[in-house]
């Protein structure tokens, strides 16, 4: 049936098809269901076989948790000490 229909298995080949469209896919959205929705649509058009929601879900959580932290690096790398301390006696106050 794969075959046929010119279909990419799930497992190693898609792994990094999924890897890469949630990476990307992260850096603009936040909320996972809008995620795992994304990365349905894109492995259609690619002609992957889809994997379990489980995985989906996983994958999501990982990779939207390491993109998050990706951005807030980059935040926090721009602040100067002053604001970082300004920062942090607002979040004492709050």
């Not at 990094?16 to 603009?28: C, G, H, S, W």
Request: hydrophobic share 40%.
């Amino acid at each position: 049936m794969r075959k046929y229909f010119n279909v990419i298995p799930n497992g190693k080949q898609t792994r990094p098809i999924i890897i890469n469209i949630l990476t990307e896919a992260a850096k603009v959205k936040d909320h996972p269901p809008d995620l795992i929705n994304i990365a349905i649509e894109e492995l259609v058009k690619s002609r992957c076989e889809l994997p379990s929601f489980r995985v989906l879900d996983e994958l999501t959580d990982q990779i939207r948790r390491a993109v998050n932290q990706e951005l807030f690096q980059l935040v926090f790398s721009r602040l100067s000490s002053e604001q970082i301390h300004s920062f942090n006696e607002f979040h004492k106050k709050h």
